[in-house]
């Protein structure tokens, strides 16, 4: 069983899906904390009433970067976290942390990487942009997560078509749904290779 810690910044829909999908036997992990930079996110207080053990991380309560690090780090090891899945989290993890969980940080973009991505873009910026350029696919992209944002390792991508004369919002309903089934089955996969190596 991998224990995860799971990082938000809104209303929650991927915590809640991948909660879902362990009580339905989708996935095999155990979540050990939510976290948040929010102490008034949606989904931090959706996860304090299923029971979850919450946490915030909130940068500007700290002067010292470091100590912001240092108790990041604490929090997470004292949960025995195994790995950390950001899920509508919209700030960046310091860098130690990320050098602590190298290669075991993920996170999803509702867009194909590379493009509609980086610093700006998420929600629906990222589903307008998409519109605007005339795409005709979208998709969604799981990856790792390092210093920059959206520009870690791709670890699987799904594609969804854009619709003739679709709004941003239409789209966003659309990946959403695509999002709450592929992250789930994307980390279920990784976990079982990562098993398989040991």
Do not use: C, W
Not at 38 to 57: D, H, P, Q, Y
Not at 101 to 112: E, K, S, Y
């Amino acid at each position: 069983m991998t224990n995860i810690s799971i990082f938000l910044s809104g209303r929650g829909s991927s915590f809640e899906a991948m909660s879902s999908a362990i009580d339905e036997g989708r996935l095999d992990a155990n979540i050990v904390l939510v976290a948040s930079n929010k102490e008034n996110s949606v989904g931090l207080n959706i996860a304090e009433r299923m029971g979850f053990k919450t946490a915030v991380f909130d940068r500007k309560a700290y002067q010292d970067g470091k100590l912001f690090a240092d108790d990041m780090l604490k929090v997470l090891n004292e949960h025995e976290t195994d790995f950390i899945i950001l899920a509508g989290y919209l700030r960046k993890i310091p860098p130690r942390v990320l050098r602590a969980f190298h290669n075991r940080t993920t996170n999803i973009h509702p867009a194909l990487l590379p493009d509609f991505g980086g610093k700006g873009m998420y929600g629906m910026n990222v589903h307008q942009a998409v519109i605007e350029s005339g795409a005709v696919e979208s998709g969604v992209t799981i990856h790792y997560v390092n210093e920059e944002y959206d520009e870690g390792e791709i670890i699987d991508q799904t594609r969804i078509p854009v619709l003739p004369g679709e709004s941003p919002h239409e789209l966003a309903a659309r990946v959403l749904k695509v999002e709450h089934r592929f992250y789930s089955e994307v980390l279920q996969e990784l976990f079982r290779k990562i098993k398989e190596q040991i």
